[in-house]
């Protein structure tokens, strides 16, 4: 696909997207149906703002694809991949809009994620197999460990995601960073239909960005973040499966390193001080930095870190072989646990008081 026809078709999808997003957020406050509510405690949001960004964010994928396919004369010729992925994305759109709206119980939502990723490996034999010289000494065949460690690293990603939607544009600006670098620098964008999932994602961003007005603003709620991890973490897998793409399992790694990082560290601060590692908090990354910082400015700062971030680890993947990448991985692991849990960000640091 050349670059004018991947241009028209992100124009194409992000229209189809303000156009869902527009109706479906009137329609959600007309019936008071999934509307998040503010509080004092967790939510600042101003107004009561509609949770229909994941919705509209898959309907305007459906429509803009459809387009995709009857231009191109593609009609019986989508891939299983992309078939099986949309297919696998409703019923968890739906099960987590039922979250959205009566807060299910967590086990509920890590059975779902867990049935749905495993319906996708048994349907296109997708899955991590292999993850390259990772340490320097030789491949790394994961063998029979390959689906749990699939599953494993689905979860981690769809949480991650998850846990970083705290301000507005990040969940879904942090995930466009990672399907661009990873669809440009492998060359998936020019043979796939990611560039319509990228302007859907956009098209939510312009309400969820406030645009439009503050009073129409849209959120992702669970259904969406969770939405959004799935295909980031399904995208970086197949990219890095795929012998078509040369790309390194670890620079995948680092197109999603700030929410990844973000909910590797929560996790561990959280088991230090005996808390429950799924309850709601304020100490994440962007609330860290909300301490410092305007919301937009901390949207900034995460999006410009995670963009310079990605483009590091497609510098190493150029450069050197995947071991230097990831012991260079580990040490800004190291670097970012100093400064949000030690130094610049730790709240009992006196620089901050």
Not at 75 to 85: A, D, I, S
Not at 185 to 192: A, R
Not at 332 to 347: C, E, K, R
Request: proline share 3%; hydrophobic share 50%.
């Amino acid at each position: 696909m050349e670059i004018s026809f991947i241009i028209d078709y992100l124009v194409i999808s992000i229209v189809a997207s303000i156009a869902i997003n527009l109706v479906l957020r009137d329609y959600a406050k007309h019936k008071n149906l999934l509307v998040d509510l503010p509080d004092r405690s967790r939510k600042f949001h101003k107004r009561p703002t509609p949770l229909t960004g994941g919705l509209s964010i898959v309907i305007a994928l459906l429509i803009s694809s459809m387009l995709y396919i009857d231009l191109n004369n593609l009609n019986g010729y989508v891939p299983e991949f992309t078939y099986n992925l949309v297919l696998a994305s409703i019923p968890l759109l739906g099960f987590f809009l039922i979250d959205d709206a009566k807060n299910l119980n967590p086990f509920h939502r890590l059975l779902i994620q867990i049935l749905l990723s495993l319906f996708i490996i048994y349907t296109t034999d997708i899955y991590l197999k292999n993850l390259g010289d990772l340490f320097g000494f030789g491949e790394v065949e994961l063998g029979f460990f390959g689906i749990p460690i699939t599953l494993f690293c689905i979860l981690g990603v769809m949480n991650a995601f998850n846990m970083i939607d705290g301000v507005n544009g990040l969940c879904a600006g942090c995930a466009i960073i990672s399907m661009i670098l990873t669809g440009f620098y492998s060359g998936l964008v020019y043979d796939s239909m990611l560039i319509l999932l990228i302007g859907s994602i956009i098209g939510f961003l312009i309400f969820n960005l406030r645009f439009f007005g503050k009073k129409r603003g849209v959120f992702l709620g669970d259904s969406g973040s969770n939405l959004i991890g799935f295909w980031v973490a399904w995208i970086s897998i197949y990219a890095s499966q795929n012998a078509l793409y040369n790309i390194h399992a670890i620079t995948l790694i680092w197109f999603i390193a700030i929410p990844l990082l973000d909910c590797i560290g929560l996790i561990f601060s959280r088991m230090s001080k005996q808390k429950n590692i799924v309850s709601p908090g304020r100490d994440h990354i962007h609330h860290k930095l909300l301490t410092k910082y305007s919301p937009d400015s901390t949207l900034l700062i995460i999006i410009i870190f995670s963009f310079l971030t990605g483009l590091f680890g497609i510098y190493l993947n150029n450069e050197f072989a995947p071991y230097i990448s990831t012991y260079c991985f580990l040490m800004y692991a190291l670097f970012y646990y100093s400064y949000v849990y030690y130094l610049g960000l730790n709240p009992n640091n006196s620089k901050n008081v």
